[in-house]
């Protein structure tokens, strides 16, 4: 192993697939995680480390961790000192932030925070939840829970639950009364690790490329021939914010149009351009795009 070694720690649990898919995208080779909380990548100045989101920040301020991926809502709970590299929009399900929500039973008849007014909350993120109510100035019981939060709604007064889609809570005849906080995945280091020119290198890279991967995933390369007569019909089609590459072919009546577009938007752009006098088309997936 090289003498310098970036210490990253990827989160264990639901953000794991996630992030594992991320690094393969922006190029990476990880594989043994199945197996083990040291998994193995395709680059010797790098050790990786499972460890569950909730403790990452606390181990990268301590510098157990040089760096390490975490939601926003375990910086927020933990209170943690930490550098904070770029937010990385991703997560299990969706790109969109994941959210704190304070849910009660639909047959419950509290209808803000402030009926909770003596009552118990349950949840996994007790400090963020109790700040929540002191800020508002109801004075309520907030509970650790240990899991299945969602079980406990009829045995407390309210729940405090992460939620991406809001499918969980309805399934189990929840409403939502309100939101505690929003939240998106962050690239964290230890401040003294960041003064450190090889692991502060070594983390802007790999926010580069992560970042990249991010920014290709919903876009896809485009490209085509055209005819010079049809030329400029088959651009007044494609997106007028975009700036293809045109490139002279062999035969010099034609040329080779590139451009990067929206994934959603090929499918309304293909048949369009075919019917412009446009050929050759075909489009590919992006990897990583660098802005």
Known sequence: MSEHVLKLGIPKGSLQKATFELFRKAGFDISGYERSYFPRIDD??????????????????????????????????????????????????????????????????????????????????????????????????????????????RLVDGIVELTETGSSLKANSLRIIDTILESTTRFIANRQAWQDEFKRHKIENIAILLNAAIDARNLVGLKLNANKQNLQAVLNILPAEKSPTIS??????????????????????????????????????LNKVIH
């Not at 209170?79 to 770029?86: F, L, P, T």
């Not at 034609?254 to 075909?282: D, N, T, W």
Request: net charge negative; proline share 5%; with cysteine.
């Open 44 to 153: 010797p100045q790098i050790q990786l480390i499972l460890l569950r989101a909730q403790e990452m920040s606390r181990y990268v301020q301590e510098g157990v961790l040089d760096a390490g991926f975490t939601g926003h809502d375990w910086i927020i709970e933990n209170d943690s000192d930490v550098q904070e590299i770029c937010e990385l929009r991703y997560s299990k399900a969706t790109s969109n932030p994941a959210r704190w929500v304070l849910a009660v039973p639909n047959e419950s008849t509290v209808q803000t925070p402030e009926d909770l007014a003596g009552g118990i909350v349950a949840t996994e993120l007790v400090n963020a939840t109790r700040r929540y109510f002191e800020a508002k100035q109801v004075p309520v019981k907030v509970e650790f829970s240990w899991g299945a939060t969602e079980v406990k709604a």
């Open 248 to 285: 002279p072919l062999a035969d010099s009546e034609y040329a080779a149009v590139e451009i990067i577009v929206e994934e959603r938007v090929e499918r309304e752009l293909i048949p369009q351009l075919k019917r412009a006098g446009a050929s050759g088309i075909f489009t590919y997936p």
